[in-house]
């Protein structure tokens, strides 16, 4: 048997808002995977230190509060300090299209906007975790 | 005909009517196999009079102005005057919020609604590393009073009712716009408006606490006791509904725990030796109004006549005052599509209408682009407009409760009520909200329905036009507003002005005082008034009340 899957699914920032994060958490557990969410408010230096610690696959940030250009990029780098730069990093949020591609620039994988059926998240993670 | 024979005759003609019903089944079944809402209330193909027999007019609907308040609070309710237009609003500074607050006062917005960004919510100021990328993005950013100051310059708070959406600092936002008032020379006892300051839902919902329950509990209770003596025509909190809903409840959920959170606070505020009778005449409510046109009417039916019984049965309130539920009411954001966003001002247009039915007391509609970013100002004046078409063309407004005697409202309002009731003995047997909380209750009933409603949504049980049906491709949406990075350092550098301008020991001095009475257990109130008035910022004066009451960690 396949090993499983591992996601971290987090929220960076001081946002509150985790009805997206917990339903993603929820799917991807449905579709197989191993599943951790961090619970809100968390620091990049926080979410990063769980990821390594449990040696995820991917990570899914999510965040609804506008403060997605200072903190995706802040984990993405920190995951690279800590050598640990093969980490599938993935978003989702309130995020203007226009961000999109400077966060790509930054090492975001793929960014979820509203509306996204949770299958496509799940079909992302499958076929991107080396 | 008698009462008995009126009825046997309803069901002989029911039973009639099946045999067609099932004819017609066998040659076109309906569109769906079920048809309940997401609080689980079965949508009946007909309602007729069966469904109200246990309904007694007098006992359960009454008169608009009358307990149990199921018609209204007011006695003339919109003939008198219509719901308040409120619309919540702040963005970027102190400067950039007035501008828009005051474009909102001349666009004909009645009462001023403040969303102040996140680290001012968890207190924290805009210089302190946890405040990093967040200041000035959902909302304004308060460190002093100086921004206060700024925030309402110009704008006369003897004559403008001001909401703020503030809970975990609530008193400390309070004692600066007290402060502000004072400068104005408009005295305490003159100013209206209400404080969110509704912390219990803050640990299962919204997520911007600071302190543990108890303290945060003794807080609001020093906050109920100051205004009654300081400030008579202030709402003291806002219990509210809409968060938990955003989070994914059902309607029921919704005013379940809603109702449950306002039980604890009266209990709490009781149990400090206040008179129900005193201060509940201060409480108000908010709820979400979402798609579901006709069980948003009879839920905010239902709210209005469960609180007005639990608080008679409960607490033994005397006054009319103590038993009535008055609420705000915004638009569901949650119900908002990124895709084709013009569709939202319709959906926004009949929430607000089932807000309006359902006898709301003040409204915020959402604007069109908030699935996005920001609203910007052609956006929100599109959602104020929408509340004015209500109000001055649709004629809704004048009649009272105009939707009373149907069916399925009455019907569906005795549902909700009793559905709802059975979720708040619930966590009565649980042992009250706080360990409902700690026991994960409500997160896990809000999640569960949360996720239900993504499903039914990917399988397009649940149609969303322009989301999993009638989709088309588009270009990315233009002019959204936009907060800029600039902001926060300019934000950064006022409060260092700030900072450098001050009378360092009278800040010292006031912070020592709040610390001592924040130990002693007397009421805080007076103590954060005199420390803001120094220029003491939010983020000094939280900083004590942490060092005293510690923070509260998610389990």
Known sequence: MDKKIKVLIAKPGLDGHDRGAKVVSRALRDAGMEVIYTGIRQTPEQIVATAVQEDVDSIGLSCLSGAHNKLFPKVVNLLQEKGAGDVLVFGGGIIPDEDIPGLKDAGVSEIFLPGTSTEDTIEFIKNNVK | ?555
């Open chain 2, 1 to 555: 005909m008698s009462c008995t024979d009126k009825k046997a005759r309803l069901a002989e003609r029911q039973g009639q009517w099946q045999g067609m019903v099932d004819k017609a089944l066998s040659r076109f079944p309906e569109r769906k196999e079920d048809f309940s809402t997401t609080s689980g209330i079965e949508m009946k193909r007909l309602f007729t009079p069966a469904d109200v027999d246990a309904v007694d007019y007098n006992e359960d609907v009454g008169f608009p102005g009358e307990f149990p308040f199921t018609r209204g609070v007011q006695p003339t309710m919109y003939r008198a005057r219509f719901w308040t237009m409120r619309q919540y609003a702040g963005f970027g500074s102190a400067k950039q919020t007035n501008e828009r607050y005051r474009y909102l006062l001349e666009q004909g917005q009645t009462g001023l609604s403040v969303a102040f960004d996140l680290p001012t919510q968890i207190g924290y100021d805009s210089d302190m590393e946890l405040a990093d990328g967040e200041v000035g993005k959902v909302g304004v950013a308060i460190d002093s009073l100086a921004d206060m100051e700024i925030l309402f310059d110009q704008i006369a708070l003897d004559k403008v009712s001001t909401s703020m959406t503030i809970n975990a600092p609530a008193a400390v936002l309070l004692a600066m716009y007290i402060a502000v008032a004072e400068k104005q020379g408009v005295s305490s006892d003159k100013l209206r408006g209400t404080i969110q300051n509704d912390v219990l839902k803050e640990y299962f919902a919204r997520g911007t606490y600071i302190f543990p329950p108890q303290p945060s509990m003794k807080i609001i209770t020093d906050i109920f006791s100051y205004c009654k003596d300081n400030l008579p025509n202030w709402n003291t909190i806002s219990i509210s509904g809409y968060h938990i809903r955003e989070a994914g409840s059902s309607a029921v959920q919704e005013v379940a725990f809603t109702l449950a959170d306002g039980l604890a606070y009266v209990d709490a505020a009781i149990k400090t030796g206040l008179d129900v009778d005193v201060f509940a005449k201060r409480l108000s409510f908010f709820f979400n109004v979402h798609n579901n046109f006709l069980e948003e009417v009879a839920k905010f039916r239902a709210a209005r006549r469960l609180w007005a019984r639990l608080m008679k049965e409960r607490f033994g309130a005397k006054k009319a005052s103590s038993m009535m539920m008055r609420f705000h009411t915004q638009t569901a954001g949650c119900s908002l599509t990124a895709q084709q966003p013009d569709n939202n001002v319709v959906r926004v247009t009949m929430q607000a209408l089932a807000a309006v039915l359902g006898g709301t007391n003040s409204l915020h509609t959402n604007s069109r682009d908030e699935a996005l970013c920001l609203p910007t100002e052609a956006s929100v004046q599109i959602a104020l407009r929408t509340q004015q078409i209500i109000a001055h063309e649709s004629g809704v407004a004048d009649t009272i409760d105009p939707l009373a005697g149907s069916y399925l409202v009455e019907s569906m309002t005795s549902e909700i009520e009793a559905k709802a009731l059975e979720y708040i003995n619930k966590i009565d047997d649980l042992g009250g909200v706080v360990k409902a909380i700690e026991a994960g209750f409500m997160q896990q009933e809000i999640g569960d329905s949360a996720y239900a409603y993504q499903k039914s949504i990917e399988t397009a049980d649940q149609v969303i036009v322009g989301v999993n049906k009638f989709t088309i491709e588009e270009a990315p949406p233009e002019n959204l507003l936009r907060i800029k990075q600039e902001m926060e350092i300019e934000q950064r550098k006022s409060l260092a002005a700030v900072k450098a301008g001050r009378d360092a020991a009278a800040v010292e001095n006031s912070l020592k005082a709040l610390k001592q009475v924040a130990e002693s257990g007397d009421n805080l109130l007076p103590s954060i008034v005199t420390a803001v008035k120094t220029y003491a910022t939010l983020g000094e004066v939280c900083g004590v009340l942490r060092e005293v009451f510690g923070e509260y960690v998610e389990g």
